[in-house]
């Protein structure tokens, strides 16, 4: 317990000097507000073999089996909201003069907990893009009314707006995200177990440039040994704690 205590104690040091900071999160900073994490699935997203619901190839075979899937997600997803763990990752938006969000989540609890400009590295599950036209709007009903969707310019086919396997990321938010990983002073990681490349090179980006990387997760991630602080527990309980000693006064 005094292990937990100077790591928390270690980690609002760093924090308490920094200007530059960057929250990295993944599916883990959800957990506690009920969405289903990835890992220990066993090559299973939600129970669906990956390659039929999370690839192109699976939506080209079948688009209305992968609308199923999403459509039924996105109904769980509108019952989840925001834990105490997105609200401080949100409130440090108006702590530190330079903070970057960068998410590999997409479904939108970061924004629904207040914060304003969030990089989804991943896309967003609220989001439809045109197969045709490319055109994208956000629509937040859960169940859609009509599956597949339908472009509302052209009326063709819509895709779920997110980063499948296989597919490229969105090149402005990773740019945006690789560039505040490399000058950033303190990196914070927060659930991701850190397989999913490129994403988890802004964990080694940001160490090789020098950070302070600082994991908060319940068990190691797989690069867990690039951070200099280990907080290991939920979330939702470890980052209201950190928040509370950085807002105490310092001596
Ligand atoms: P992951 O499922 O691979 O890893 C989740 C990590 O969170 C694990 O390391 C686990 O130990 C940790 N964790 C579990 N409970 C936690 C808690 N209460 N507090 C802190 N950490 C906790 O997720 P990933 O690394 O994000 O990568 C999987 C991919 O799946 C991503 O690309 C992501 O886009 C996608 N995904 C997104 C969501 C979502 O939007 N919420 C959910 C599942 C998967
Ligand atoms: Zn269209």
Not at 64 to 72: H, I, L, M, N
Request: charged residues 20%; proline residues 7%; neutral net charge.
């Amino acid at each position: 317990m005094v292990g937990k205590m100077s790591e928390l104690e270690r980690a609002a040091e760093r924090l308490r000097r920094a200007r530059r900071v960057v929250a990295f999160t993944g599916a883990g900073v959800s957990a506690e507000s009920g969405v289903p994490t990835f890992r220990g699935a066993g090559g299973l997203w939600e129970g669906r073999p990956v390659e039929e619901v999370a690839t192109p190839q699976g939506f080209a075979a079948d688009p209305v089996r992968v609308w199923r899937f999403y459509d039924e997600r996105r109904c769980n997803l509108a019952r989840c909201r925001p834990n105490p763990a997105h609200e401080v990752l949100a409130r440090w938006q108006d702590r530190f003069p330079a903070y970057t969000l960068v998410t590999q989540n997409v479904d939108g609890l970061h924004e629904d907990a207040g914060a304003r400009a969030v990089l989804h590295l991943h896309g967003s599950i609220w989001a439809l893009r045109c197969t045709a036209c490319g055109r994208e709007r956000v629509e937040r009903a859960a169940p859609l009314p009509e599956l597949p969707p339908r472009c509302t310019g052209c009326g063709e086919m819509e895709r779920p707006g997110v980063v499948w396997f296989g597919e490229y990321l969105p090149e402005e938010a990773l740019r945006a995200a690789s560039r505040a990983a490399a000058a950033t002073e303190v990196l914070i990681v927060v659930g991701t177990s850190a397989v999913v490349y490129p994403a988890a090179g802004l964990v080694q980006t940001a160490a090789a440039a020098g950070a302070v990387v600082i994991e908060v997760n319940p068990e190691a991630s797989a690069l867990a040994h690039l951070a200099d602080v280990e907080l290991r527990g939920p979330a939702g309980v470890l980052l209201p704690q950190l928040d509370t000693l950085l807002t105490a006064v310092s001596a």
